[in-house]
């Protein structure tokens, strides 16, 4: 079947700090990857995606791989801030499908 | 830049009560979602809606759930009979096409059922 796979939370970090978020997949056919973001009280907002093997998407600083070989997109980013502090969703969804398929969440929490 | 916007933010409800959430998707898309997130769970797609019709449902989307889109901008989700177990948080999203297009999420409507 299709599935998202993430890290279990709370990641604390301090400010600065380098932030890596795994994510692994399994789907039934060729799938499109995203990132999104949940901050406090909000709804979630698309951060980045990537449509085909060995793309990368990237935005605000982060950034993730699409590894077919090892059906993984983990999320980097170099040096995290306060501002981060939010929950970050792995999501699939394949070319014929009208849905997405979303990880648990894992939760950021950054220390100054 | 245009949102997704969904009322109320919070909804709490008597069980066996009908319940609509409300939702008005960003002006020209023309795919329209309902997700639900049980606290502590996952994000779990309910259903799809393209050109008036549902395209797609889960086997959460029992016949206890509908969806209207009843005029040019709003899009409701219907549920009939409510049960405690459809506490949950309830995001509406849409996007421009269907397929691997993303999806523009509201912030959500917290269903509480007592």
């Known amino acids: 079947g299709n599935s998202v796979t993430q890290m279990e939370g709370p990641v604390t970090l301090s400010e600065e700090a380098f932030l890596t978020i795994n994510c692994t997949y399994t789907a039934t056919g060729y799938p499109s990857l995203f990132w999104y973001v949940q901050y406090p009280g909000e709804g979630l907002q698309l951060l980045l995606k990537a449509t085909k093997a060995d793309d990368k998407g990237s935005n605000k600083g982060f950034e993730a791989t699409y590894r077919k070989e090892t059906t993984s997109f983990h999320l980097e980013k170099g040096s995290v801030q306060v501002s981060d502090s939010a929950v970050y969703f792995c999501a699939l969804t394949l070319y014929n499908f009208n849905k997405f398929y979303f990880g648990s969440g894992t939760k950021l929490n950054v220390k100054p | 830049e245009p949102e997704v916007t969904q009322t109320p933010s919070h909804q709490v409800t008597q069980m066996g009560q009908e319940v609509i959430l409300r939702c008005v998707p960003i002006?020209?898309?023309?795919?329209f979602y309902w997700y639900r997130q049980i606290l502590g769970q996952k994000v779990e797609f309910l259903v799809s809606f393209y050109n008036n019709e549902i395209s797609e449902k889960s086997e959460i989307f029992d016949d206890q759930f509908s969806v209207e889109r009843p005029d040019g901008s709003n899009f409701t989700l219907k549920i009939r009979s409510t049960k405690l177990e459809d506490s949950a948080m309830y995001f509406c999203a849409s996007s421009e096409a269907g397929g691997d297009q993303p999806q523009h999420f509201g912030d959500g409507t917290r269903l509480s059922i007592l």
């Open positions: 002006s020209n898309h023309l795919y």
